[in-house]
């Protein structure tokens, strides 16, 4: 994501680069390079003038340390003011009801409905809240079909009536049913359409106003540009929603939504997808997110992601087998499984501080571990757990069996000597040697 707007700044500073001191012309054409970069990124022209006149500013009332460049002066100076175009600080729900009610509302297609789904699986993972799921688009046609598969993915349950046209009845039933099984959190997933019309309006409005939620979020796609952000105001005339939860980060967008949307509605971003699994959705930190624009990484959110899959049973359990050199192709493929929960493996790489630019171009399958599961998935139970025991003959059997050659196989085999080696000799266990083995570079299969 902001790919574009990143190179466009980066070209940017590079006007103050070897420059001795902060002076008005040479401040005046690096913010003038930075104004096309923002405007280029589908940012609102008044918002993008704001921006630039309040750096300069800024940048003119300070006094240049010596052991600070101009131009790396400036990268803070747009860095900081970045995060505060964006919000500042991360918003947090705000969930005091019994139960506690949070209506989505968005034009069609934005991604409500998964984006549903994924905030009931964070709600019910990390903060232990049993959610339910409502059903109250009753106009797009197999939309409750398409939130009872995301509610049965991910173990919540759905409220529906499909024959049931009002939807705040329904809404009134969900919150009785809610109640009755001790459920804590009611998301209710609303119809949205291809443009904002007077009857959509009427209706979110009527449903808003019977029901009272905790929190009303307006779910608007990224790609969409200023159009989302003009979307959004128009929607918040009529609610006075909450907060903006941004989708589809993770496509080719130029980022004007999240730069805009906050001070043209006045409402923090609250959430970002960043994917397609019921995982890929984040708290909107401004400052973190002023990084990522920046080309400096997200290191924080990288160890969140990390921390959030790791067990500490599990890595203690790990770690007795380590220091036996009992580690085996089981221990192996969990590992791997807890990885790919953190979200796409790209994405993951980026949030590396320098790592970002160098990937841009190389072609990372979210898939990449796909040939080693199948490999793994080809040996027997005893073979799994006695890695020792595989000779000639059953490799050969095991690259027959998951598609690949015998040399795959063996390279394969290789690595994982190594990295138990590796494990053995360091004893720190699990998921932090893991992205050492892929910072080494994993098998090419």
Do not use: W
Request: overall charge neutral; some cysteine; aromatic content about 4%.
């Amino acid at each position: 994501m902001f790919e574009n707007l990143s190179d466009r700044l980066e070209r940017s500073f590079k006007i103050l680069k070897g420059e001795g001191k902060i002076t008005e012309i040479n401040v005046a054409e690096t913010l003038k390079d930075v104004r096309r970069a923002l405007l280029d990124a589908d940012v609102n022209y008044k918002v993008a003038k704001t921006f630039t006149d309040t750096v300069k500013q800024k940048a003119m009332g300070m006094n240049v340390l010596t052991a600070i460049k101009p131009g790396q002066l400036m990268v803070k100076l747009v860095h900081d003011e970045l995060a505060e175009l964006m919000g500042g600080e991360a918003a947090e729900l705000k969930l005091e009801g019994r139960p506690a009610i949070i209506l989505m509302s968005g034009l069609q297609g934005s991604g409500k409905t998964t984006f549903s789904g994924k905030l009931a699986n964070m709600l019910k993972t990390k903060q232990h809240k049993k959610p339910l799921l409502v059903a109250c688009d009753v106009y797009r046609p197999a939309a409750i079909q398409q939130l009872h598969v995301v509610g049965e993915q991910i173990g919540v349950p759905v409220y529906s009536e499909p024959d049931n046209k009002n939807v705040n009845e329904i809404a009134d039933h969900a919150l009785r049913y809610a109640k009755e099984q001790e459920l804590n959190v009611v998301i209710i997933d609303t119809a949205g359409r291809l443009a904002i019309d007077e009857e959509m309006m009427a209706e979110i409005e009527s449903l808003k106003n019977h029901v009272n939620p905790d929190e009303t979020l307006f779910v608007v796609d990224s790609m969409t540009g200023q159009d989302a952000v003009n979307t959004a105001k128009e929607f918040n005339d009529r609610l006075d929603f909450n907060g903006v939860v941004l989708t589809k980060l993770d496509g080719d967008t130029r980022g004007g939504a999240a730069l805009s949307i906050r001070t043209v509605v006045t409402k923090p971003i609250k959430f970002i997808g960043t994917g397609e699994k019921m995982e890929a959705i984040d708290v909107f930190h401004p400052a973190r997110m002023a990084d990522r624009i920046l080309g400096m990484g997200d290191v924080v959110s990288l160890v969140e992601r990390a921390q959030e899959q790791f067990d500490e049973e599990e890595a203690k359990r790990l770690q007795k087998k380590i220091m036996k050199n009992k580690f085996d192709f089981n221990d192996f493929m969990n590992q791997i499984q807890q990885i790919k929960k953190m979200g796409n493996i790209k994405d993951l790489a980026s949030m590396i501080p320098g790592v970002g630019k160098a990937i841009r171009d190389v072609d990372i399958d979210d898939d990449a571990f796909k040939s080693i599961e199948a490999i793994i998935q080809s040996m027997t139970p005893k073979e799994r757990a006695n890695p020792e025991i595989l000779n000639t003959s059953r490799r050969q059997r095991i690259a027959k069996g998951s598609g690949t050659n015998i040399q795959e196989v063996n390279r394969l085999l290789k690595q994982f000597d190594q990295t138990r080696k590796m494990m053995k000799m360091v004893t720190g266990g699990g998921m932090k040697n893991m992205m050492g083995m892929m910072k080494g570079g994993m098998p090419k299969i």
